[in-house]
Structures are given as C-alpha cells and as structure tokens.
C-alpha cells in the first residue's frame, strides 16, 4: 500500500473513532433537550436556551473555535520542529494564561448578566428577563471551565490521541441529565410531582457547571500518559504564545459568522410570534443540524487540522492540497445524505424524540420548518468546520474574518427585513442562517482555490455527481416511505413510529451506500471498510 493510500486510510480510521465518540455526545445532548422540553415546555425551555446562549456562544467562538484553532496550529507546528517537551512548555503557559482570563471573563459576565441578556431578547416579557438574567448568571463560569477544556483537547489530537477528546462531551452532556435531574428532584418539591418550576431551572443551570468539571476531569489521566506534566507559567511573552495570540484574533472574528447570526437570530426571534417559545424551536432544530455536523463536519476537522498544520511547515504542497480536498470530499459525502435525510423527515424525527409531555404537536410543527433550511445550511457549515482552519496554516488567517465580518452584515439585513418589514414567523432566521452559510463557504473555497493553486476541483465535481445519483435514490425511499409506511402517522403508538421511522432511515441508509459503492465513490469504500473492520470483518 503507497503512502498516500496508508494517510488517506488513517484520515478516514481516525475520522470514524472521532465520529463514534461523539455520537455518544450528540445523543446524549438530544437527550438533555428531550428532558427540558418534556419537564418545562417550549416556553421555560426557550429562556434556558437564551441564558446559556452567551457562555456558549463564547464557548464555540472563543474556546472550541479560535482559541482551539490557534493553539493547535502552533502546538502542532511546534512539535514536530523543536520536539514534544517545547510543545509541552507551550501547553503549560497557554492553560495558565487562559485559566487567569477566562476567569476575568466569566466574573464579567455575571455582573453583565442584567444587562447583557436584556440586550439580547428585548422582545420577551419582564418575568422572562429577570429568570433568563438568574439562570445565565449561575452558568457563565462554564467559560472558564471549557477555556482550558479546549486547550487540553488540542494537545491530546496533536498527539494523535482523538477517541478521549470526542468522547468528553458525552461527560458534559451526562453531567448536564444526571445533575439537573438529581438537584432538580432534591431542591424543587414540584418537581418531583410533575409541576415544575423556575428552582427546577436552576437546576439544570447547576448541571451544566457540573458537566464542564466532568468534561475537563475525564481528559487529564489521557495528558498525563501523553507525558505533559502541568505547573503554572505566565511566561506570555514566549514568541509561540504570541503565535498563538496573532493567530487566534482574526480566528475568532472569522468564526464570529455563524455564531453571530446565531445570537441574532435569538434577539429577533424574541420579536416573533412565538417569543420564548420560538427561541427553543430555532434551538432544538439546530441541535438536530449538529447531530450529523458533529458526528461528520467536526469529526473530519479535528482530524484534518493537525494534519494540515504539519504538512504546512513545507509550503503548500501537493500533499498539503490532497489531504484538504480529501477531508472537503468525505465530508460531503457523509453530510449530504444527513441533510437530505433530516429535510424529508424533518416532522417525523421531531416528533419521535421530543413530541412527549410539554412538547406538542403544535411543538413538533413550528421546529419542523426552521430544521429543513438548518438541513441546508448543515452541508456548507460541515465543510466550513474543514476549510477555515486551513487559512491560519498557511498564514492568511485574515481572509476567514473579513468573509465573516461580511457574513454577519448580510445576515443581520436579512434577518431585519424578514421579521420588521415582512413579518414572517421564526422559520426565515433558519433560512437567513442557511444562505449565510452557503455564502461564506462559496468564497472560502474560491479564495482557498487561488492560494492552494487548486483544490482538486474536478474530482470533487466528479464525486458530486455520483453523490447526486446516490442522493436521488435516497430521497425516493425515503419520499416512499413517508408516504406509505408512515402515512397514518398521527395515529400510529410511539412504538410504531419508532419502527417505521427506524427501519425507513435504514432503507434509506442501506441505498445511498449500495449505490456510492457501485459508482465507485472512493469515501464510500473507505465508510464500508471501516465498518466491517469495527464489527469484525476481514
């Protein structure tokens, strides 16, 4: 086997062990949306997701986005040119200096909190406000926790190690269930009797303190084994931190994008009819986009930007273009069917995981609309999660932001338009998100082709038409089923709906793979070996 086969075989082996990990994640985070919604309905659920929305917003953008992004591009850098203990020596400083900011930043937040969420949701009621300003105040200490989280996480797939990092935020998320429903049931005397209250909340808000402590802890024994040994180092003027510094602003801007439209979309979805409501509608369906964004686009990503981050070290070469077009290949063809899939199936998959006890038909409906433009956007988000970080390992770190600095403003327009002129309900923030993401991606991959001399252009063409034949074929069971096995669908038991649902994605599943297999579709060989050798096939 070449070289080239053997990378190409372990990008896509690596890919897979990441994406069962976080599975684990994904799953166990539509389990804590299930509980929410299930316990409190639509409307206490929208207030949670609006409190947590800043620490997390900070989460994806600073920590998980450019702080990550950053960091690994110099740790890799570094440890392949001076060795791992000069990696290691960066390790400690980068972990003490975000330790001490980070800190700073979430004691901010809970003085800003007042203000901060007002700003945020000026449409909802008074009472909304002063419980969403309590519960975000219990969690923006979260930030500090996944700051070094983050860090830790970057080391670890420096050296390879991945399964451990995918799989700590199935602790989080666990942390999150377990801790709310335990304090929930210890401090809320309602709760235990089906009548819920805000002390429930707060709960859950406790849980998620809980679930970054898990999240960290799990990790450590993993560093430790790699050989990183931790201390204190403020030592900032290191020139591999300023690196890191340098690298990590325009990051942070250039992530800002999608983000942003995020946080947008919850200050006009306040102005909607649906209000608080609405807000947990936009929310579970982007949950359901990050199940198949996770498992894929974050998956091919972690496992492509240490990669790329090497290969830079000696220019952009044929190597560094081929391991970029490779990982923008397999993601498409693992999101493609998942975008498909959650747009034509988009009541029924609702219905089957959140449509129980607060969470009405009226419920399953109203987030139905806004999942299939997310089913949209999901494919471009996916590859953007691949090709951004690739910017910051050939130093043109400031293309990314000024696409998405141009991003936020479209959206922003958009988004004004649709919800003060044209009065149009939540759906059309999901589509304005969507757009925005096609957008950003589109000039990413030209600017990206120019630099690179060529991205393999003609090959991923190639394999889009073969996907497209897959997908049509895929589209038609799944058009069939819904017709047919699933037709009756407001009278079927939640067994029923289980069975039909499962065995329509199966089909589904079963044909998009047979027909990329017969077209010779390269990602789909790898998929199927990968499988065989995880059930023990040879």
Not at 58 to 86: H, I, N, P, Q
Not at 215 to 232: N, S
Not at 427 to 443: D, E, H, Q, S, V
Request: charged fraction near 15%; charge should be positive.
């Amino acid at each position: 086997m070449s070289d080239e086969k053997k990378d190409s075989a372990s990008h896509a082996r690596s890919t897979g062990v990441v994406s069962v990990a976080i599975l684990c994640s994904r799953v166990l985070g539509l389990v804590r949306d299930q509980m929410l919604n299930g316990f409190f309905g639509s409307a206490y659920t929208g207030i949670f997701t609006a409190a947590f929305r800043t620490p997390n917003m900070l989460r994806d953008l600073f920590a998980e986005g450019a702080l990550s992004t950053a960091f690994v591009t110099t740790f890799s850098k570094k440890m392949k040119t001076e060795g791992d203990e000069a990696a290691w020596v960066l390790g400690r400083k980068m972990i003490s200096l975000a330790t001490w900011f980070m800190t700073l930043v979430a004691i901010a937040g809970v003085a800003l909190a007042p203000i901060l969420f007002r700003i945020l949701t000026p449409g909802l009621s008074e009472e909304a406000k002063v419980l969403g300003t309590w519960l975000a105040q219990i969690m923006y200490p979260f930030i500090a926790l996944v700051s070094v989280t983050a860090l830790v996480m970057g080391m670890l797939n420096s050296k390879k190690i991945f399964f451990i990092p995918a799989v700590a935020s199935a602790f989080f998320n666990l942390g999150c269930i377990v801790g709310g429903v335990v304090l929930a049931w210890m401090i809320d005397p309602g709760f235990r009797s089906g009548q819920v209250s805000e002390k429930g909340l707060t709960a859950f808000a406790i849980g998620t303190l809980i679930g970054g402590i898990l999240q960290l802890a799990v990790q450590l024994p993993a560093l430790r084994r790699a050989g990183f040994q931790f201390r204190f180092d403020f030592g900032c003027k290191d020139p591999a931190v300023k690196e890191v510094l340098h690298l990590m602003w325009p990051s942070m801007l250039a992530a800002s994008g999608t983000q942003v439209a995020v946080l947008l979309n919850s200050i006009f979805a306040s102005f909607t009819e649906g209000q608080e409501s609405s807000l947990a509608w936009l929310s579970i369906a982007q949950r359901l986009q990050q199940l198949p964004l996770g498992l894929f686009g974050v998956a091919v990503a972690t496992v492509t930007l240490p990669m790329l981050s090497r290969l830079a070290t000696e220019g952009i070469t044929p190597a560094f273009r081929g391991a970029l077009a490779k990982g923008l290949r397999l993601v498409l063809f693992l999101t493609l069917p998942s975008a498909v899939g959650l747009s034509l199936l988009s009541k029924e998959i609702i219905s089957v995981i959140f449509e129980h006890g607060k969470f009405t038909a009226h419920d399953v409906a109203n987030t139905a609309a806004p999942l299939q433009a997310y089913a949209f956007g999901l494919i471009f988000y996916a590859a953007i999660k691949v090709l951004q970080p690739a910017f910051y390992t050939i130093n043109r770190r400031f293309i990314p932001m000024f696409v998405s600095l141009g991003i936020i403003v479209f959206t922003a327009t958009v988004n004004s338009i649709t919800v003060f002129v044209l009065k149009w309900d939540h759906t059309a923030l999901a589509w304005a998100t969507a757009a925005g993401l096609a957008l950003n991606f589109l000039t990413l991959y030209v600017c990206m082709r120019k630099f690179a001399a060529g991205l393999e252009t003609r090959f991923l063409l190639h394999a889009l038409l073969r996907l497209a034949a897959a997908i049509v074929v895929m589209g038609g069971v799944c058009l069939a089923a819904k017709f047919s096995l699933m037709a009756d669908w407001a009278h079927l038991s939640l067994i029923s709906r289980c069975a039909m649902l499962g065995i329509t994605i199966s089909a589904a599943a079963v044909a998009y793979f047979a027909v990329t297999k017969a077209l010779k579709v390269e990602e789909s060989s790898e998929f199927l070996s990968i499988l065989s050798r995880r059930f023990g096939k040879r």
